[in-house]
């Protein structure tokens, strides 16, 4: 039922900059939760940032003080702003939203592809 597409991925240099952009449709019942994640070959997925409707905000600490997650004022849209990209930041990321009477575990995008290379 829930739809959510992901936008903005792309090859960018370290110490780069990327904004992702997540858009979520079809959205019956609020959405609790919005967050991104990502998944490198080879490893397991693991949490980038989320953030809840009233503006409350977490982050993996490899990424705190370089990553910015927010929302839309419709709170059907979250953004990741990127900045001081490294090489190991390189992966899949995905776009996930926990909607009020939903599946556990929300709902995910298809994903965007990050890679940073020189």
């Known amino acids: 039922q829930v739809q959510l597409v992901e936008s903005g991925g792309g090859l960018v240099q370290p110490g780069g900059s990327l904004r992702l952009s997540c858009a979520a449709s079809?959205?019956?019942?609020?959405?609790?939760?919005m967050g991104w994640y990502r998944q490198a070959p080879g490893k397991q997925r693991e949490l980038v940032a989320t953030?809840?409707?009233?503006?409350?905000?977490k982050y993996a600490d490899s990424v705190k003080d370089r990553f910015t997650i927010s929302r839309g004022n419709a709170k059907n849209t979250v953004y990741l702003q990127m900045n001081s990209l490294k090489p190991e930041d390189t992966a899949v990321y995905y776009c996930?939203?926990?909607?009020?009477?939903?599946?556990?575990?929300?709902?995910w995008g298809q994903g965007t592809q990050v890679t940073v290379s020189s």
């Open positions: 996930n939203a926990e909607v009020q009477f939903g599946i556990k575990g929300g709902y």
């Open positions: 079809r959205v019956i019942f609020s959405i609790r939760v």
């Open positions: 953030i809840t409707t009233d503006g409350s905000t």
